[in-house]
């Protein structure tokens, strides 16, 4: 592969991640100018090679990626706010189960208040995934052993604190450049982690992160969730086979079919937003596998952008779909206030 003249090809490490490495300019009528081309030489280690061959995006194109990154931080500030908010100020909201909902939202709200900037990396998503294993794992004990031990408050913050300790070394790693490290991607108005280098140190780097940070709790999440499923299924067909022995309809009272209906309703809204997490995080699972072991040509600055606004869009949709979704949030008098007027008030 060829690279413009001026740009480094040397695959060393950078000095430190580079938050902003595009400045916009303006091409000539007859010029068709490259990415990269009005970043200083000293800044240039801390781009990968390969998006110098990429010719500079029409301006309408980063236009139109900041209007559809001024949504995606509107609705997930707005709906995370919102959860945060009210976890914070209804003490009747403070449950064990909630705290994991609430570190969700926490995680997705500080993804998104980076989005001014135009930085986003995926390790608030690490922290995502992880809490999303932690709802499963709730809702698992809940619903597939009701008799088991409890979730208690405190046990609840000890899960988040170890999802914490589980993050932290992967914002870090990069960050110091310890192994791997930020750099800007795409059409340079990003930043996330190296997979395009070409390195055996950058390769592992990737790899290792594929499998802690996105294999390990999908896994945990599939299992969890396909348990709930397993265990509703021989649930309902041991009642149907006892109630047709008994020659009766239903085993259940009323409040045991609203305490049932409740559960599984909960059980699908989190399988709704957990599947929804994984059509978000997949795209960009790939395109880093892609960088770092695959056909890199296929990596152009435009496909690379749609991993990065999936992301985003995951963040919009978890307070809505989950938290706010929740019969105990939704019926916080609190939070009628700030919903809309003509909404139904219980």
């Known amino acids: 592969m060829e690279y413009p003249e001026g740009a480094d090809c040397a695959n060393g490490s950078a000095w430190g991640p580079l938050a902003e490495a595009r400045v916009s300019g303006v091409s000539g009528p007859s010029e068709t100018r490259l990415l990269g081309w009005n970043v200083p030489e000293v800044n240039k280690p801390h781009i990968p090679t390969h998006w110098f061959v990429y010719p500079e995006p029409d301006p309408l194109v980063n236009y139109g990626l900041g209007i559809l990154y ?10 995370n706010g919102i959860v945060i908010y009210i976890f914070l100020t209804a003490k009747n909201l403070r449950t064990p189960s909630n705290i994991f909902v609430v570190n ?9 208040i980076k989005t001014p900037i135009f930085i986003y990396n995926s390790f608030n998503g690490i922290g995502a995934s992880a ?5 499963a794992y709730d809702r698992y004990m809940t619903i597939a052993k009701p008799f088991g031990s409890k979730m208690t408050r405190g046990k609840a913050i000890m899960i988040v604190v170890l999802i914490w300790m589980y993050v932290t070394p992967w914002v870090l790693f990069p960050a110091l450049e310890i192994w791997g490290r930020f750099v800007p991607e795409g059409f340079l108005t990003s930043c996330t982690f190296d997979y395009l280098t070409d390195t055996d140190h950058i390769r592992v780097f990737v790899a290792v992160m594929f499998v802690v940070c996105y294999c390990i709790p999908m896994s945990l999440i599939i299992y969890f969730y396909s348990q709930i ?11 149907k086979a006892q109630a047709k022995k008994m020659n009766v309809e239903s085993l259940r009272s009323n409040a045991d079919k609203n305490q049932e209906s409740t559960e599984i309703r909960i059980a699908k809204m989190a399988i709704s937003l957990c599947f929804l997490f994984v059509l978000s995080w997949t795209p ?3 395109i880093a596998l892609i960088g770092a072991f695959g056909n890199k040509a296929l990596l152009t600055p435009g496909v690379t952008m749609i991993p990065a606004c999936t992301c985003k869009l995951v963040a919009c949709i978890d307070p809505y779909v989950f938290a706010l979704s929740h019969p105990r949030f939704r019926y916080v008098p609190r939070l009628a206030d700030i919903r809309y007027l003509g909404e139904k008030k219980y």
Do not use: P, Q, R, W
């Open 131 to 135: 809490s999303n294993a932690a709802i």
């Open 104 to 112: 969700l939202a926490l995680c997705d709200f500080v993804m998104m």
């Open 229 to 239: 499923v397993s265990h509703v299924v021989a649930h309902e067909k041991a009642l």
């Open 284 to 286: 960009y699972a790939a």
């Open 70 to 79: 001024c949504f995606f931080f509107f609705f997930a500030t707005v709906g």
